[in-house]
């Protein structure tokens, strides 16, 4: 079987505008999974829900790689959550990240594949335990084989298989669940020839210290902007962070073409955001920074430099 080809839209060199931006919300894979929870517990004044594919709790890692790696991808570890909830809940008594009562009622979506060994199915359970301690409504999807990756009608890869570019086909479509879950509701997506813009745009101009590269981050993301959005309409911006290994650098378009959120985002007035990670000694498969690789305790805080680049493209875009 062949994968099915996504019509998609040539980048075009630009700069990230500003939008009519009625809310945002957050989404990723493994390490974007991470990213996505850290910029959604930092900043829930700000943003209203995530979907997590593939990835543990909140600060799993503990600034440890060890943790790291035998808590929050094996399940060798245990992942502490009491003790994550209570980093949480003092970090918000000190400002470091927002009151923890902006979270109570968000939409959630997890998913964890059946056949993915890479993060245990624990570790994923202990994403919703840890999310639920704090009133997060979330719906689980636990129900198919996926191996490692993005779920998406556009996959190369079949349902179980866990090898780049970590998108794989399973003859479902999570895209449409977590779109209903964090906007409420969702039509069809295009399925015909994309009308909106895909800009390419220099992460430097967002990166905390000037130069993304610094941050192991690439030195260009994407975003995806319908004409409707362009035009003023209201719209609602996404954030979606690919994983280790998926990004411009390693698999060039492939989330950015394949993710089938451009579809959705044609006929939902949703921008798509797509920050880049990219490759450092200390981050050889250009991982986003879960685990402290930068060499900086801060990393799932407000502060964090990674947190901040992306929260800067946000501010951008949402004015």
Request: charged share 10%.
């Amino acid at each position: 079987a062949h994968a099915a080809t996504p019509a998609t839209k040539p980048p075009v060199s630009g700069s990230l505008g500003t939008y009519n931006v009625s809310g945002v919300y957050v989404a990723g894979v493994s390490s974007g999974g991470y990213m996505a929870t850290q910029l959604h517990v930092a900043y829930s004044s700000r943003i209203r829900g995530a979907a997590v594919f593939a990835a543990g709790p909140y600060y799993c890692s503990q600034n440890t790689v060890a943790q790291a790696l035998y808590g929050c991808g094996d399940n060798l570890y245990p992942t502490n959550v009491s003790a994550l909830e209570a980093y949480t809940r003092t970090w918000a008594s000190y400002g470091w990240v927002d009151p923890v009562g902006n979270l109570s009622g968000d939409p959630v979506y997890v998913f964890h594949g059946a056949n993915d060994t890479t993060v245990k199915k624990s570790v994923t359970d202990d994403l919703v335990r840890y999310y639920q301690r704090f009133g997060v409504s979330v719906q689980y999807d636990g129900g198919t084989a996926a191996g490692h990756s993005w779920v998406t009608p556009y996959g190369t890869q079949g349902c179980t298989a866990t090898a780049s570019p970590y998108l794989n086909d399973c003859g479902t479509d999570p895209q449409n669940a977590l779109l209903r879950k964090l906007l409420g509701g969702v039509n069809a997506p295009n399925t015909g020839a994309l009308g909106g813009t895909l800009i390419r745009f220099s992460q430097n101009t967002f990166a905390v210290n000037g130069y993304a590269n610094g941050l192991s981050m690439d030195a260009n993301g994407f975003a995806y902007v319908p004409s409707a959005c362009a035009a003023g309409q209201s719209c609602r911006l996404l954030v979606a962070l690919h994983g280790c290994a998926q990004g411009y650098g390693a698999v060039g378009a492939a989330f950015v073409d394949r993710a089938n959120l451009n579809q959705y985002a044609d006929t939902n007035n949703l921008i798509v955001l797509y920050p880049q990670a990219g490759t450092a000694l200390s981050n050889p498969n250009g991982c986003w920074d879960w685990w402290g690789y930068l060499g900086a305790t801060n990393f799932p805080i407000k502060g964090g430099a990674q947190v901040e680049t992306i929260m800067n493209m946000v501010r951008r875009l949402d004015g």
